[in-house]
């Protein structure tokens, strides 16, 4: 019998088929895994961008909240001089909410086109809070100043007092002191990189301005023609949002005690001998020397708007200027402190000043000092003044144009100090040897990614209307507002009140594609609205900031004339003001003696609020001017404040940006001001 032994046949390896599969299988098994982890890392990413921004968000608020609620006045407007309870303020700047939107937004599209959605993270960013406050009980408010401010002081009040032996090091060293008042001052402003020697430090600090907007929007929203060259958008690429606290020390004799030091030998305590550096107007005609010595910029009849600058550069004190009488019976001016008293006038706070007025009748009333570069609110300042009855031309986006006093806090108000070698000289500036090195101390930043701090006052009357086609309701802060009364109608109207910018009729706002008449998408300006009696009507409130008013023939629309008598709005020869602000303001100017007058016609439109006193402030006797007599029965008061209501509450909304993780976040608060 055979056997027939049979081989079982093994396979030694895989095929090329089996190892292509395989090795598919396996990259496919490892791109899903990648794909996990990155959704995972994604995740993770962005709920630590919301973590963060929602820190942030909470810290910033609750800061804010907390001056809120140490302020030292309510809403009720004019505070009485009587009464010390010092002042509060908010400026709404002509931007909103929707400003970048709309600028950005195509000719003829009701909404911005989807590739600029993105210009919608932008909010609000030109207002300003500015209130005094107490702390509460068994806590201070810090802040630093040159310690020569303190030896300074102390020669003044005490007779026995001597004489520190180095003044320049007194003037170059801060120390810290401590109040329970200040002044808190809280604000937007454009940052841009600090160089040295022409090489970016990669520090960012307020923006000078010196290029205009020109060196600061860079960056476009989006690149229209995706040329991979930047386009302007309007808005500065980097906004910070500051916080200034400036401590109210009435108690601080820091005036040149000139009574015993002649001002020809410039023995003046705390300044150098004549023997040393020339006499003390030649030293103090060099601005370095005025800002290391802590001295007022001269005033001119040019202007007034910096004279303040150094003693905000040099300190944290809130500060204002008085004339001294000198030995010889001249005068000199000089930096003193404020009290809550003096803050409620409006000239006597953190920058604010007047305008001199070319015709040399005086100057107009205090008004806050801000830069003027931010084009894209052009033509919104076209529409007020049009409402004025000026001629003031609107300009295309491509012009350069000087606008009115809008925009920020400038750069030269921003604390500054002086940097130190180790042996305690102070280090030369290596751009200009002979000036020493100065710094901004940048400690007024809480924030450099706030896309929006927006501040709402809550007006009982402002109309809100009723958007059938979308079954939406809308007030005066919202574009859908605009677009009803764009159609000429009358429209519905739903209730009254709430939450509006101060000055919302001066909000309105179209992209730049439609400035020019000839434009077939240009929507009805403010005027046409304004000339509509269907819609005229809604474009009043309390805090509108315009008013009907018969001319004799018929009703129109005008800015109110609580804003002309306040001074924030001023339309002369050189001078534009456009400051919608609500303000405790102060009786002061009703019983000063000093009766204020108008450039212009009381019985059609004046434009202009003249002050004698602005000038006298200087030393400087005004043009003798004849106030209108007799006076129109509208005016009731001299110098009323802005808006004449008693403020109840406000809101805030801030809005915090995370660029890299791509998140925004935002919050708003109410605080309600008649506690």
């Not at 015993?260 to 300044?271: E, I, K, M, R, Y």
Request: overall charge negative; charged content about 15%.
């Amino acid at each position: 019998m055979k056997t027939i032994n049979s081989r079982v046949r093994t396979s030694n390896g895989l095929t090329l088929i089996e190892v292509l599969i395989a090795t598919t299988l396996t990259l496919l098994m490892m791109l899903a895994l990648a794909q996990g982890f990155k959704a995972l890392s994604d995740g993770v990413s962005e709920g630590r961008s919301k973590i963060h921004l929602s820190d942030q968000l909470r810290g910033i608020s609750l800061l804010l909240n907390q001056d809120l609620q140490q302020r030292t006045t309510d809403g009720t407007t004019p505070q009485l001089s009587s009464a010390p309870n010092g002042y509060f303020k908010y400026y709404d700047g002509l931007m909103s909410d929707y400003t970048a939107a709309e600028y950005n937004r195509p000719s003829g599209q009701n909404v911005p086109d989807p590739a600029l959605l993105t210009a919608t993270r932008w909010g609000d960013l030109d207002d300003i809070l500015m209130f005094t406050a107490k702390a509460r009980r068994g806590e201070s408010f810090k802040g630093k100043v040159p310690r020569a401010l303190l030896r300074i002081h102390e020669l003044n009040t005490n007779s026995t007092a001597v004489a520190p032996s180095n003044w320049n090091e007194e003037w170059s060293t801060d120390v810290v002191i401590s109040s329970d008042l200040a002044e808190i001052v809280w604000f937007m402003v454009p940052l841009e990189s600090v160089q040295v020697s022409g090489v970016d430090t990669g520090v960012m600090a307020p923006a000078s301005f010196a290029n205009g907007l020109s060196n600061l929007d860079v960056v476009a929203i989006v690149d229209r023609t995706n040329d991979s060259i930047p386009d302007g958008d309007g808005i500065p690429d980097k906004m910070a949002l500051c916080r200034r606290v400036l401590l109210i020390r009435p108690d601080l004799n820091i005036a040149p005690n000139i009574a015993s030091a002649p001002l020809v030998n410039a023995t003046l305590p705390g300044l150098p001998m004549a023997s040393e550096q020339g006499s003390f107007f030649g030293l103090m005609s060099n601005p370095a020397n005025r800002l290391f010595y802590m001295q007022p910029v001269p005033p001119s009849i040019g202007g007034y708007r910096n004279i303040c600058e150094n003693a905000y550069r040099r300190c944290d004190l809130s500060i204002t200027t008085e004339l001294i009488t000198t030995p010889s019976g001249g005068t000199m001016l000089a930096y003193r402190t404020n009290s809550l008293t003096s803050l409620q006038d409006p000239q006597h706070r953190f920058a604010h000043a007047f305008h001199s007025l070319p015709t040399g009748e005086g100057t107009t009333l205090a008004s806050l000092v801000l830069s003027n570069n931010l084009p894209l609110v052009s033509k919104n300042f076209g529409d007020v003044y049009t409402l004025s009855g000026s001629n003031y031309s609107v300009p295309s986006p491509s012009q350069s144009v000087t606008l009115p006093d809008a925009g920020f806090i400038p750069w030269n108000f921003f604390r500054v100090r002086y940097l130190k070698n180790r042996d305690g000289s102070i280090k030369p500036n290596p751009q200009a040897t002979s000036q020493p090195y100065l710094d901004f101390t940048l400690e007024e930043i809480v924030g450099t990614n706030i896309t929006a701090f927006d501040l709402k006052g809550y007006d009982q009357t402002a109309p809100i209307l009723y958007d059938a086609s979308i079954d939406v309701v809308v007030g005066p802060s919202d574009p859908g507002f605009w677009r009803l009364l764009e159609t000429g109608t009358a429209p519905t109207e739903a209730a009254r009140g709430g939450y509006v910018d101060a000055g919302w009729a001066f909000h309105k706002y179209e992209a730049p594609s439609e400035f020019a008449s000839a434009n077939a998408d240009q929507r009805p300006t403010l005027a046409d609205i304004a000339s509509n009696n269907n819609t005229r009507p809604f474009l009043v409130s309390d805090l509108s900031g315009v008013a009907i008013q018969n001319n004799g023939t018929a009703e129109v629309l005008a800015v109110s004339s609580f804003l002309l008598r306040s001074g924030n709005f001023c339309v002369a020869p050189g001078v534009l003001i456009c400051q919608p602000a609500f303000d405790t303001f102060t009786d002061i100017y009703d019983i000063d003696g000093e009766l204020c007058s108008f450039i212009g016609s009381p019985a059609t439109f004046p434009t202009t609020k003249i002050y004698p006193e602005g000038l006298r402030r200087y030393g400087i006797a005004p043009t003798p001017n004849t106030p209108f007599s007799p006076p129109d029965p509208l005016y009731d008061s001299d110098v009323p404040p802005p808006f004449p209501i008693n403020l109840t509450s406000i809101q805030v909304t801030l809005r915090v940006e995370d660029v890299p993780a791509g998140t925004i976040q935002q919050i708003s608060l109410i605080h309600s001001l008649m506690d």
